[in-house]
Antibody, heavy 123, light 108 residues
Framework: EVQLVESGGGLVQPGESLRLSCAAS????????MDWVRQAPGKGLEWVGR??????????NYAASVQGRFTISRDDSKNSLYLHMNSLKIEDTAVYYC??????????????WGQGTLVTVSS | EIVMTQSPATLSVSPGEGATLSCRAS??????LVWYQQKPGQAPRLLIY???TRATGIPARFSGSGSGTEFTLTISSLQSEDFAVYYC??????????FGQGTKVEIK
C-alpha cells in the first residue's frame, strides 16, 4: 500500500524558515517524480513544485509564487522528500501535501497524496 | 499559463440523481486532464486520468469525457459518499499543472 506521511508543519513568523518532510512507503520511491501541492484554508489546490529521479539529475521545477524561496530535495536512501521553505510569507499559509507523480506526456499527474501538514505563517 | 475554469461552483443534487460537472481550459490540453475528489479534512483522491480513464478502485458511476478545451465529469447516481469538492487539473502545458477552482457537490 502506497503511503505518504508529511511532517514538520507548524506556526512560524513571516520571514522565517521551515522544512517539511514526507516519508514514503509501499512503492519504489527512487523511481518516481514527486510533487508538493498546497491548499490555503478554504481555498483550492496550488501546485508548488516537483523533483525528478536520479536518472533525471534530480531536476526541479517550482511555481512562480515560491521560486527562489522554496527548495525541494529528496533522499532516496531514506525514502524521503523534503520542502525547504525560506522567507515565508503570510500567503504561504496552507496545508502542504506530498504527492507521488505518474510521469506522462512530458509532465504527469499526482496519483497518491499524503494527508498533509499545516503551515501557518503569522506574526 | 493555462487557466482552468470549473462550473458550476456549487451543484445541489439529491441522492440517487446524476450530476454533470464541467471543466474548461483556456487553450487545448488534449486529453491530459485529471479529476480529483476531496472530502472535508481529507487529501484529494485521484478519480480520472487521461480525461476518461478511471483510476484504480474508482466506481463505474464516475466517468470522464472530453478533449481539447472542454471536459466533463459525470456521476451517474450519487451516493452519500460522493458529496465532496471536485477539482480538474491539466498536465499538458506544464509547469505549472494548473487546477480548476473546484465544484462543490452538495446534498439537495
Amino acid at each position: 500500500e502506497v503511503q505518504l506521511v508529511e511532517s514538520g508543519g507548524g506556526l512560524v513568523q513571516p520571514g522565517e524558515s521551515l522544512r517539511l518532510s514526507c516519508a514514503a512507503s509501499g512503492f519504489t520511491f527512487s523511481d518516481h517524480y514527486m510533487d508538493w501541492v498546497r491548499q490555503a484554508p478554504g481555498k483550492g489546490l496550488e501546485w508548488v513544485g516537483r523533483i525528478r529521479q536520479k536518472a533525471k539529475s534530480y531536476s526541479t521545477n517550482y511555481a512562480a509564487s515560491v521560486q527562489g524561496r522554496f527548495t525541494i530535495s529528496r533522499d532516496d536512501s531514506k525514502n524521503s522528500l523534503y520542502l525547504h521553505m525560506n522567507s515565508l510569507k503570510i500567503e504561504d499559509t496552507a496545508v502542504y501535501y506530498c504527492t507521488r507523480v505518474v510521469a506522462v506526456a512530458g509532465s504527469g499527474y499526482s496519483d497518491y497524496w499524503g494527508q498533509g501538514t499545516l503551515v501557518t505563517v503569522s506574526s | 499559463e493555462i487557466v482552468m475554469t470549473q462550473s458550476p461552483a456549487t451543484l445541489s443534487v439529491s441522492p440517487g440523481e446524476g450530476a454533470t460537472l464541467s471543466c474548461r481550459a483556456s487553450q487545448s490540453v488534449n486529453t491530459n486532464l485529471v479529476w480529483y475528489q476531496q472530502k472535508p479534512g481529507q487529501a484529494p483522491r485521484l478519480l480520472i486520468y487521461g480525461a476518461s480513464t478511471r483510476a484504480t478502485g474508482i466506481p463505474a458511476r464516475f466517468s470522464g469525457s472530453g478533449s481539447g478545451t472542454e471536459f466533463t465529469l459525470t456521476i451517474s447516481s450519487l451516493q452519500s459518499e460522493d458529496f465532496a469538492v471536485y477539482y480538474c487539473q491539466q498536465y499538458n502545458n506544464w509547469p505549472p499543472g494548473t487546477f480548476g477552482q473546484g465544484t462543490k457537490v452538495e446534498i439537495k
